[in-house]
């Protein structure tokens, strides 16, 4: 049976050992597809891989991280003071801008408290004045400071140190909040 050459292209005799043409072997064989060139070196790699292992290379990170000078320790974080008025009126005239400030700095916030409350998920919050009767700074305490809350009072000047959590609506949210000082 005659098929064509896969190096030239003419008709070869599909049993012959090479084309008469050009020479080439096994002229009606066709080439292997392109997987399975990658197929073995994907698996030496493989093997490669599993006869090193990944400790090998983490114990030789390890015995080089074990000659470098430890790092120092970053400095503190100093948190930002101010008051809940001062806090609000920032996100009231451009929430971008305090964002790029507050959002997830620390904060001490000072304000007088205008509920204690909790949320659909039980978590305990004070809301503290901040202008009008509705605007407030939204402070959620952490579990830990949750009971010091039953000591409170409205109307009761507390200070808090948070993170600064954006705006939701018309109130700044500070989140992960421990009360610091109170006065009555």
């Known amino acids: 049976m005659l098929k064509p050459c896969q190096g030239c292209g003419k008709q070869v005799d599909s049993t012959a050992a090479a084309c008469p043409g050009c020479g080439r072997p ?3 064989a066709k080439p292997l597809p392109w997987w399975a060139y990658i197929a073995p070196l994907l698996l030496v790699a493989g093997i490669l ?3 090193c292992g990944p400790d090998a290379h983490d114990k030789a990170r390890a015995r ?24 609000h ?8 801008a305090a964002d790029d400030k507050y959002k997830g700095r620390l ?3 000072e304000g007088v408290i205008r509920s204690i409350s909790k949320d659909a998920f039980d978590n ?3 809301i503290l004045a901040a202008g009008s009767a509705f ?12 009971p010091k809350a039953k000591t409170l009072k409205k109307r009761q000047r507390v200070e808090v140190e948070c993170r600064g959590g954006g705006r939701v609506l018309t109130s ?13």
């Open 135 to 146: 605007d407030g700074v939204h402070a959620t305490l952490t579990d830990a400071e949750a």
């Open 89 to 96: 009126r920032e996100y009231e005239a451009n929430e971008a």
């Open 172 to 184: 700044a949210m500070l989140e992960k909040c421990a009360i610091t000082a109170t006065w009555q």
């Open 124 to 126: 305990t919050y004070l």
């Open 26 to 28: 096994k002229p009606t």
């Open 64 to 87: 080089a991280e074990a000659t470098m000078p430890a790092a120092p320790a970053p400095p503190p974080e100093t948190a930002i003071p101010m008051k809940s008025e001062a806090l």
């Open 49 to 51: 891989k599993v006869a």
């Open 107 to 109: 904060l001490l916030v």
